[in-house]
């Protein structure tokens, strides 16, 4: 798992901040956590995202950082061929319904090596 290949801290999944996320104004703690506090953020698109409103405020955080050209922070994993508002067929993503989640972890970790080696972080 990406956990074990990171480290406990190193992987931020809402449900394992349960305690910490139980609070008023978590929108803009969560944009924070996108814009300024995540080397890389993984973004899982599907038809379900776009409907999501957690997904919406999320999506919200990656598009400032599109705005500000900070792209090699971002990668896409798509699970199914839904139309993304601010997605486009020339932006490049990991297709899970072609690879198995062992796969897209040695995505994510190969993504992060490299941006390490390049000096992004």
Same mark, same amino acid.
């Given at each position: 798992?990406?956990?074990?290949?990171?480290?406990?801290?190193?992987?931020?999944?809402?449900?394992?901040?349960?305690?910490?996320?139980?609070?008023?104004?978590?929108?803009?703690?969560?944009?924070?956590?996108?814009?300024?506090?995540?080397?890389?953020?993984?973004?899982?698109?599907?038809?379900?995202?776009?409907?999501?409103?957690?997904?919406?405020?999320?999506?919200?955080?990656?598009?400032?950082? %599109?705005?500000?050209? !900070?792209? +090699?922070?971002?990668?896409?994993? &798509? =699970?199914?061929?839904?139309?993304?508002?601010?997605?486009? @067929?020339?932006?490049?993503? %990991?297709?899970?319904? !072609?690879? +198995?989640?062992?796969?897209?972890? &040695? =995505?994510?970790?190969?993504?992060?090596?490299?941006?390490? @080696?390049?000096?992004?972080?």
């Amino acid at each position: 798992s990406l956990r074990d290949a990171l480290g406990p801290d190193s992987v931020f999944y809402d449900l394992d901040y349960q305690a910490q996320l139980a609070r008023p104004n978590l929108d803009t703690l969560l944009q924070d956590i996108y814009r300024k506090n995540s080397e890389l953020v993984v973004v899982f698109l599907s038809a379900e995202y776009s409907s999501k409103e957690w997904c919406g405020l999320e999506w919200r955080a990656i598009r400032e950082i %599109i705005k500000q050209r !900070r792209d +090699d922070q971002l990668m896409f994993v &798509r =699970f199914d061929d839904a139309s993304i508002d601010g997605v486009f @067929s020339h932006d490049g993503y %990991i297709d899970a319904q !072609r690879h +198995d989640e062992s796969a897209v972890a &040695r =995505f994510i970790i190969s993504r992060l090596i490299s941006m390490k @080696s390049a000096g992004i972080e």
